[in-house]
């Protein structure tokens, strides 16, 4: 019986489809074996021995302790592209609201409250300072082609603007999703001196936390747009309150509210309302307790951050699960084992991503808790489990 440990609100219909005789989900676990959440802070949770698997409901997982993780031998997954759809329709409506001052002229409107009839000729007096420009035939730059990124991508063409797209770690999949008619460009700089509107879809870490800064304001044309839908760390606020201030940038919309970017007439926050419809909050459920299942069940890897893709056909053998650092003769050392041991393997796959590896065992013959312990003490070897 596996232990899930759900945080946040996690569709109960897609948790219903984990079996009753499989899976205990609770709240208050003390040795869960997995767990399930949303946008829950672990960061500084401790992490129970008992723990095999994280599955984060939703793309981002700067919530997760990932080094910790990785160091325990904990498998972490996300779900892309389970909410690209309702990403990307914010961000569609993000340009028109950076550009048409629909936002302003809406806010502008409730002041009318009580003015009877002069409403309409104050309308028509006023109207023109909320005038903005149409974004067909703008230049849209695009900072990651990701699922949300390749989508946007598409239906921004659809729209009649220019796309141009910049990600040097584009997946095969994404690749295969982007419309030939987006522009690719291998300069981080070209596309921000290039572009009239902005939008960002990359992950928050070490490599990406402020990478919209003074020095990337200063190549931008006057007048830009900047749709940040991602993370709010992606941009400094303090340098994005300079380029405001000095006309590079007309408007900033945001899906991630901080004081001091609050109140400001060329910033619109948005109450992190990217993934928050019914469709993607569904859709990250199922492919979250999906991952968890295949993991805990047949040992398969399948988007997780940490650990490589790995999916060995099961045919009923005895499965050995072994994680380790990723250096040479790893899998020898544990081959050597299994040989000393008279248990003969059926198959093997071995993976791996940066530092980690991970390799499927299956294997004929009684593997004991003795050999399991040797497994174990392999310098460098982070997780080891079977599955009968």
């Not at 960002?200 to 749709?227: C, D, Q, R, S, Y």
């Not at 040992?299 to 009923?316: A, H, M, Q, R, W």
């Not at 093997?348 to 040797?374: F, M, P, Q, R």
Request: proline share 3%; hydrophobic share 40%; with cysteine.
């Amino acid at each position: 019986m596996f232990k899930i440990q759900k945080y946040n609100n996690i569709s109960q219909e897609k948790l219903n489809t984990m079996p009753n005789d499989l899976y205990e989900i609770g709240e208050n676990f003390d040795n869960p074996d997995g767990i399930l959440l949303r946008s829950f802070n672990l960061l500084n949770a401790e992490l129970p021995q008992s723990l095999k698997a994280i599955a984060r409901a939703g793309a981002g997982v700067n919530n997760i302790p990932i080094d910790k993780c990785s160091e325990n031998g904990i498998v972490v997954f996300n779900t892309p592209g389970a909410n690209a759809n309702g990403v990307k329709e914010l961000v569609l409506a993000s340009l028109f609201l950076s550009s048409r001052k629909i936002y302003r002229g809406i806010n502008w409107t409730k002041s009318l409250k009580g003015k009877g009839e002069d409403v309409v000729k104050l309308v028509e007096k006023s109207k023109s300072q909320f005038q903005g420009p149409e974004i067909k035939g703008k230049k849209l730059g695009i900072i990651g082609l990701g699922a949300i990124g390749a989508a946007v991508a598409n239906d921004a063409l659809a729209l009649g603007m220019e796309v141009i797209g910049y990600d040097p770690y584009i997946s095969v999949d994404s690749a295969w999703n982007l419309s030939r008619k987006v522009e690719k460009e291998t300069n981080f700089d070209n596309l921000l001196a290039e572009a009239d509107y902005i939008t960002i879809h990359v992950p928050l870490n070490n490599n990406t936390k402020g990478m919209i800064n003074k020095e990337k304001f200063a190549i931008m044309k006057k007048g830009m747009k900047i749709i940040n839908i991602a993370r709010g760390g992606l941009v400094v606020n303090k340098d994005l309150l300079e380029a405001i201030e000095d006309g590079t940038v007309s408007c900033y919309v945001t899906d991630f509210p901080e004081d001091e970017l609050i109140g400001n007439d060329n910033i619109i926050t948005i109450p992190h309302l990217g993934a928050s419809t019914p469709e993607s909050e569904e859709n990250c459920a199922a492919m979250a307790v999906e991952e968890l299942r295949n993991f805990l069940e047949r040992g398969t890897i399948k988007n997780s951050v940490n650990f490589p893709n790995c999916d060995l056909e099961y045919k009923g053998h005895i499965r050995l699960l072994v994680g380790n650092i990723n250096v040479p003769n790893m899998v020898g050392q544990v081959t050597t084992i299994l040989a000393q041991n008279e248990i003969n393997i059926a198959s093997l796959l071995n993976s791996h991503k940066g530092k980690i590896a991970y390799n499927i065992i299956d294997v004929d013959g009684n593997v004991t808790s003795e050999v399991l312990e040797k497994i174990k003490a392999i310098d460098g070897v982070v997780m080891v489990r079977i599955i009968r």
